[in-house]
């Protein structure tokens, strides 16, 4: 056989080869992996995992991909937790980078950053309208951690300005102990009586901290009624609460149900905290290449600018950037307060995980 034509018949052979081994993992059961969430971005990932699961991604050798979702508290993760080498997710996306950072150190570091983040969302305070002008006279003070702490020392509305009829303050914000929203509230109080954002144990365990904080929680008529969302409870009425904090997303998707009451008014805290929704997956001796790979894969798609667009019809901000015009959620809440490109100077920066869990100690005695 001359040269040549051995060429063509390898060539040929080996094409042939490439395209069976293609066919072969193309025809395969799809790769299944397991994406851990938790609540705050429950809404959106649902619909994210339905739309990847229809997209028909592939992995390098041909594979399709399917996500399955499961909801856990991220405090559940890493205060007590419970995965292991032989029970886990293939991924996680909590609401913050902190919690990543929390489980891996009781977890030996398993849990890598695919995407630092995948969307974001903001702090905020949130309040009637009638209540918030009557607290700030009229907008002359920031509704903020000091206005908010010195009313709530103060409880009774006939002396801060408002009607007898409203009795006392009546704020709202979730349980600290169950909630990454409601830790995210006493980490946004404790930097801000400390007036840095660079959190510390010292900052959360000072004595000025915790007595603030305690007139605050003091202020809260019944922590168990008010639920993971607190925007939901604000929409339950003037007769439940005044003024709350809690994530921007929330407040946005109940906006129309509680202007049907009144109208809101929002305010950013000069110390916020940024729930970031990182991706990290799970990396042990025994996570396949291919679990792997997936992961990496599902993460590089929500990262798309169709996905990242998707997220603002949840409340969610992309990962980066602004919301655009078209974001109806944000445009049609900026006559409340919302704001596309708030000036974000004092962002959070939680405690490590001991100062953590001895804050929500601390908090599940103070609020009893």
Known sequence: MRRGTLVIVVFVLLAAVIVGVSLFFRNQPPVQITIAVDPLAESWLRIMQREFNASDTRLANSRRVQVNLTVVNDLDVWRSPSWNTQNHPDGWLPSSTA?????????????????????????????????????????????????????????????????????????????????????????????????????????????????????????????????????????????????????????????????????????????????????AAWQDANTPAETREAVEAFGAWLMQPEQQRAASRFGLRPAEGTPMEADDLFVGADQYGIQRNPALLNIVQPPDRSAAQSLIQWFSTAAR
């Open 99 to 279: 919690a990543v950072t929390y489980a891996n150190a009781e977890l030996n570091n398993v849990l890598q950053t695919i995407q630092p983040s995948t969307g974001r969302t903001l702090l905020i305070w949130g309040g009637y309208a009638s209540r918030v002008n009557a607290l700030t006279e009229d907008g002359t003070m920031a509704l903020d951690w000091e206005r908010v702490i010195t009313a709530a020392g103060v409880r009774q509305w006939t002396s801060l300005g408002g009607e007898s009829r409203w009795g006392n303050l009546k704020l709202a914000f979730p349980l600290a102990d169950r909630t990454a929203a409601g830790l995210a509230v006493l980490f946004s109080g404790a930097a801000a009586v400390a007036d840095n954002p660079a959190l510390t144990g010292g900052n959360t365990r000072s004595t000025e901290f915790q007595q603030d904080m305690q007139t605050v929680i003091d202020s809260v008529p019944n922590f168990n009624t008010i639920g993971a969302d607190v925007a939901a409870f604000t929409a339950r009425g003037l007769a439940s609460v005044d003024i709350a904090i809690g994530p921007e997303s929330q407040w946005l998707q109940n906006l129309s149900a509680i202007t049907r009451n009144e109208a809101v008014m929002f305010s950013y805290p000069e110390y916020t905290f940024v729930f970031d929704f990182p991706l």
